[in-house]
């Protein structure tokens, strides 16, 4: 079957000679649609402005896109409006909740628990409260399969525990933590549940208040939307009682020249000049999402992952990170050759037009876990087709001829 996304992507149209990028590497971002791209132009040729200063029409029409872009976000977590800070990415969001929730409410004696699958993002914030405040860092180890145990919960969720933050996906193992489990646990103990959706938001629906985390961080760059824009969602007793992250305009109620009051809700969070032009391409890119609908979308990238990791499987030279099962993986599959440094891996993929990535993907207490120094990665989003599997599982059976292994 032609996809029928792959039209709405620019970047990925075929150049004169037919040949067309083949583009796994959308787990560190993904490419944009139109749809976006027009949003954004949009945006800045009619209706640019700084919102919340000006009371002409011009900027009122920008505050209108800067708050209906918030509507949307809450309603892809399916939260309030009040509860969708924007940020510049994931990185930013969980930076905000460890420095006005982490310095602030946890103490030594209190333990903040994480995967040690967790990205630097979801993890050095977190060395950084502990050092501030005397908590301690506890860690949660997967078993063989890449997957938490009931058991290991239980072991690490308890009295003690304060701040549970995890990955919902990991962006090396692609699997999916037991949040329903981790949350039952931290809320018994009194502890706040921090959700990493920089890797689930793209490919299956997160709502929180299903899930009934207390705080969502994600990457607008990571589902079709431009750079330099990400969302927080947190619970709005908890945005009142966290003291400002960034101070300076807009996010205050009065000034004195000694003190200073804050504005209400996601506000008191927002400092300075908005980048309205991303917020405007992230709800565009959520409506791209909507338009194609999340079945389709998982079925699609379900079906990817499977071919993928049947062609791999024949490999036996080749060794896929995590239960391989591609029904319980989503967007990533992580391997190595053998004998083959990944750069190499990836830099011959490179020279057959096949965009990978390989390194240690932010993640080095997870490489360390996993006894290795780096891998390689290939990650799909909508306009992959199974050539492009194809292609990649081609150009690896032509990595060790390469090497003269
Ligand atoms: N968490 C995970 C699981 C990620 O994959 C990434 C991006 N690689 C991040 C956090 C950080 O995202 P960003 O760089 O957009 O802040």
């Keep these: 079957m032609q996809n029928p996304w792959i039209k709405d992507f620019p970047i990925l149209s075929a150049d004169e000679n037919g040949t067309r990028l083949v583009y796994l590497d959308s787990a560190a971002t993904t490419q944009h649609p139109t749809q976006v791209l027009d949003a954004v132009t949009r945006y800045y040729t009619h209706d640019n402005a700084n919102p919340h200063r000006g009371v002409y029409d011009l900027a009122m029409r920008a505050t209108d896109a800067h708050e209906g872009a918030?509507?949307?976000?809450?309603q892809f977590f399916h939260a309030e409006d009040d509860e969708i800070v924007?940020?510049?990415?994931?990185?930013?969001?969980?930076?905000?909740?460890?420095?006005?929730?982490?310095l602030h409410f946890l103490h030594a004696g209190d333990e903040i628990v994480i995967s040690v699958a967790e990205h630097h993002s979801d993890l050095v914030p977190w060395q950084r409260v502990a050092e501030a405040t005397g908590a301690a860092l506890v860690y949660l180890y997967p078993g063989p399969d890449g997957r938490l145990t009931t058991d290991e919960l239980d072991r690490k969720i308890t009295a003690k525990t304060k701040l549970v933050a995890i990955g919902m996906v990991s962006n090396v193992l692609g699997l999916r933590a037991p949040v329903e489990e981790i949350v039952a646990r931290a809320h018994a103990v009194g502890a706040v549940v921090v959700l990493d959706c920089a890797q689930s938001a793209p490919h299956m629906p997160v709502d929180v208040?299903?899930?009934?985390?207390?705080?969502?961080?994600?990457?607008?760059?990571?589902?079709?939307?431009?750079?330099?824009?990400g969302a927080l969602y947190a619970r709005r007793e908890l945005l009142d009682k966290m003291p400002p992250f960034l101070s300076g305009g807009d996010m205050i109620g009065a000034v004195h020249e000694h003190s200073a009051t804050w504005a209400e809700g996601p506000r008191k969070f927002e400092a300075g000049t908005r980048n309205v032009g991303g917020?405007?391409?992230?709800?565009?890119?959520?409506?791209?999402?909507?338009?194609?609908?999340?079945q389709t979308m998982m079925d699609h990238e379900h079906a990817l992952l499977e071919r993928m990791l049947k062609g791999m499987a024949d490999m036996p030279?080749?060794?896929?990170?995590?239960?391989?099962?591609?029904?319980?993986?989503?967007?990533?599959v992580s391997f190595n050759v053998q004998d083959v440094h990944p750069h190499d891996v990836a830099t011959i993929l490179d020279a057959g037009g096949v965009a990978i990535r390989a390194g240690h993907h932010c993640a080095q207490p997870l490489m360390d876990f996993l006894g290795i120094g780096s891998c390689c990665r290939a990650s799909v989003a909508i306009y992959n087709t199974p050539e492009d599997i194809d292609a990649l599982l081609n150009n690896l059976e032509n990595v060790r001829k390469v090497m003269g292994l």
């Design 70 to 74: 918030r509507h949307r976000v809450a």
């Design 86 to 102: 924007f940020t510049q990415n994931t990185t930013e969001s969980l930076n905000l909740v460890a420095y006005s929730y982490g």
């Design 209 to 229: 208040k299903a899930l009934d985390v207390d705080f969502a961080a994600c990457s607008a760059h990571k589902l079709y939307a431009p750079m330099g824009m």
């Design 279 to 294: 917020e405007v391409g992230f709800a565009a890119a959520l409506d791209y999402i909507d338009h194609i609908g999340w």
């Design 317 to 332: 030279w080749l060794t896929v990170y995590g239960d391989p099962t591609a029904a319980k993986r989503f967007g990533v």
